[in-house]
């Protein structure tokens, strides 16, 4: 989950497949780039996925508005969060069929993270939908996805602007550890449920002999993030200085 909190500094051609910031600014050496019909159909996957997440920020401030307060903003964009973030899961495909040029196993490991702290925490343990570091989360995906989206739908058209770039380049120096913080809190605040029911647990004896302790499981979630984050953050600022920089040079030599 760490690494997916890294998709506002992301690889690929603007294929909306991959996430990791590893090679969009690989240097001189340009990559083909998808044909026709595959180009189209990516303009229109980063288009509607930039239009999911739009819906989702206009949801919280809306529902923000109508309570006036920021708690439990969650149950307001529950459904459309759920909806387009495992519709992230194509992403795996676009890497696997070969429209973008990513790691499929790298692409595969970002999508399902964020997918599991949906799906296997968020929604499996209802006590911490109320918690203030979900929404924390939720806002900095929003923000970074609304941005990674446009700027491959823009990519893919040959018109980027500058200011899209510059915030691809530049936001995630708050918004990663700042979604990094709301996932670990909302981790953190189900492990007490999770030890409580015995969610997802296998405890021995059984037939297969085989036990799984999830909270264990959860916990070492958690501590993955000691060496990940550091890593990837400082690798993201390494691009944007790679990025931006060359951008400056480009615009003095026109």
């Known amino acids: 989950m760490a690494a997916a909190a890294a998709t506002a500094a992301t690889k690929g051609n603007g294929g909306g497949g991959g996430r990791a910031g590893v090679g969009e600014a690989s240097g001189t050496r340009k990559k083909k780039g998808p044909g026709p019909v595959a180009t189209a159909y990516l303009v229109i996957y980063n288009v509607v996925m930039t239009a999911g997440w739009l819906v989702i920020a206009v949801g919280l401030?809306?529902?923000?508005?109508?309570?006036?307060?920021?708690?439990?903003?969650?149950?307001?964009?529950?459904?459309?969060?759920?909806?387009?973030q495992t519709g992230a899961l194509l992403e795996i495909l676009h890497c696997a069929i070969g429209i973008v040029p990513s790691s499929?196993?790298?692409?595969?490991?970002?999508?399902?993270?964020?997918?599991?702290?949906?799906?296997?925490?968020?929604?499996?343990?209802?006590?911490?939908?109320?918690?203030?570091?979900?929404?924390?989360?939720?806002?900095?995906?929003?923000?970074?996805?609304?941005?990674?989206y446009s700027f491959y739908t823009f990519s893919l058209l040959n018109h980027l602007p500058y200011i899209i770039k510059w915030a691809r380049y530049t936001l995630f120096i708050v918004l990663y550890p700042m979604g990094v913080a709301g996932e670990l809190l909302t981790v953190y605040a189900a492990l007490p449920f999770v030890r409580q029911a015995g969610l997802y647990s296998i405890s021995?004896?059984?037939?297969?002999?085989?036990?799984?302790?999830?909270y264990a499981f959860l916990i070492l979630i958690m501590m993955s993030y000691i060496p990940i984050f550091p890593q990837l953050y400082f690798h993201m600022i390494h691009q944007r200085r790679k990025v931006l920089s060359r951008t400056e040079e480009y615009k003095k030599f026109e």
């Open 61 to 84: 401030v809306r529902a923000y508005l109508a309570k006036g307060s920021y708690h439990s903003l969650y149950y307001s964009i529950e459904k459309p969060l759920k909806f387009f």
């Open 204 to 214: 021995l004896p059984n037939k297969y002999n085989f036990s799984f302790d999830y």
């Open 104 to 148: 499929v196993v790298l692409t595969s490991f970002q999508v399902m993270s964020r997918v599991f702290l949906i799906w296997a925490v968020t929604h499996s343990v209802k006590e911490v939908q109320s918690e203030d570091s979900v929404l924390l989360f939720v806002i900095a995906w929003t923000i970074t996805e609304i941005i990674r």
